[in-house]
């Protein structure tokens, strides 16, 4: 019987592991998921200064001036809109925890638009290490013309 009390030993300290990592994962997974968001709206706020900065200093500059840009990013999809002159971040989250002032149909979403300055032309990026370039194409017809692209 000595043989019969250790395996039910083992399969009881197993059983309690196994039940405390699955406690542990299950409550502290929506932290994780809140935390995550967090740093990747900070990320996308952060991403979209260097463009909307890139951009700016582009359209002051002279024609054929290119800013140049190394920008990291951990999820979600940048991209431009050359109807409404603008440029816009898209991800989905995956906790609640995000202001509802950065949230439109379920996803964050961040956008820098443009009166005075036309953005040609179609760029999109996702995850990854990017360099991204924004030249000054034009200014004429009072307008300033910039392309963002992939360098």
Not at 19 to 39: E, H, K, Y
Request: with cysteine; proline share 2%; charged share 20%.
């Amino acid at each position: 019987m000595k043989g019969v009390s250790e395996v039910l030993s083992l399969v009881i300290i197993t059983l309690v592991t196994v039940v405390g990592i699955a406690a542990v994962s299950f409550l502290g997974q929506p932290t994780l998921d809140a935390t995550r968001d967090a740093a990747l709206l900070n990320e996308a706020q952060r991403n979209m200064q260097i463009f909307d900065n890139m951009v700016r200093q582009a359209a002051a500059e002279g024609d054929g001036v290119v800013k140049k840009s190394t920008i990291t990013v951990t999820d979600g999809v940048y991209r431009t809109d050359a109807q409404s002159n603008s440029l816009w971040y898209e991800a989905g989250p995956r906790s609640d925890k995000i202001p509802s002032t950065y949230m439109s149909d379920n996803k964050i979403v961040l956008n820098s638009t443009y009166t005075d300055i036309n953005i040609d032309g179609t760029f999109r990026i996702g995850a990854g290490r990017h360099e991204v370039c924004v030249e000054k194409l034009q200014s004429g017809d009072d307008q300033v013309h910039v392309n963002v692209t992939s360098c």
